[in-house]
């Protein structure tokens, strides 16, 4: 069948390429996360990984074999004093962390506190990891963070500590998403 582009704009004779015409390594689906408000929460102590509100995302990939590239951009985190540990997890199954070393936390990434930076000023992060979940099910994705020596001071997202009404730049509130892309196999 012929392809017709009509005076309307409509587009006649093309159809769906299924995913099994898609070749390895083409992105079959984008689903996104973005977070614009400033979001806050008290860990949980005791050197125990805690939830960020609301980050999370979800998708269902259309292949048990297929692949999700996961990424992260963490527009501003900070908390009172010292750093945190952050990692994605796929329902409660860790993605993209080190290696076990005797009594040291498992993370994807670290993030520094106002004892590093000050109270004005919290940093920007990024982080990238392809998973292979094996399923078709509806997949969710989620940042959970742990402060440090399971101190429990508010860790902020989308700000610093310090968060007075004024026009200095460190004042800026910020964006963060997290991305899944699911990659053919």
Do not use: W
Not at 37 to 55: E, H, I, L, Q, R
Not at 102 to 123: E, K, Q, V
């Amino acid at each position: 069948m012929p392809v017709t582009i009509n005076g309307n704009g409509t587009v006649t004779g093309l159809t769906a390429l299924p995913d099994s015409a898609m070749s390895s390594g083409s992105v079959i689906q984008v689903v996104q996360t973005v977070i614009t408000d400033v979001k806050s929460y008290v860990p949980a102590g005791g050197n125990t990984y805690t939830d960020m509100p609301d980050f999370n995302c979800t998708i269902t990939p259309s292949s048990n074999s297929n692949k999700i590239l996961i990424t992260v951009g963490i527009g501003g985190i900070h908390q009172q004093s010292g750093t945190i540990a952050g990692k994605i997890q796929r329902g409660t199954t860790d993605i993209g962390v080190g290696d076990a070393n005797g009594n040291r936390p498992r993370a994807g990434f670290r993030m520094y506190g106002s004892s590093i930076y000050n109270t004005n000023h919290c940093g920007s992060y990024h982080y990238t990891f392809l998973d292979s979940p094996a399923t078709t099910n509806a997949t969710t994705y989620k940042l959970v963070t742990m402060a440090e020596g399971g101190s429990s001071y508010t860790v902020y997202l989308n700000r610093s500590v310090q968060d007075s009404n004024d026009a200095y730049s460190y004042r800026a509130t910020t964006i963060s998403t997290m991305t899944l892309m699911e990659i053919a196999a």
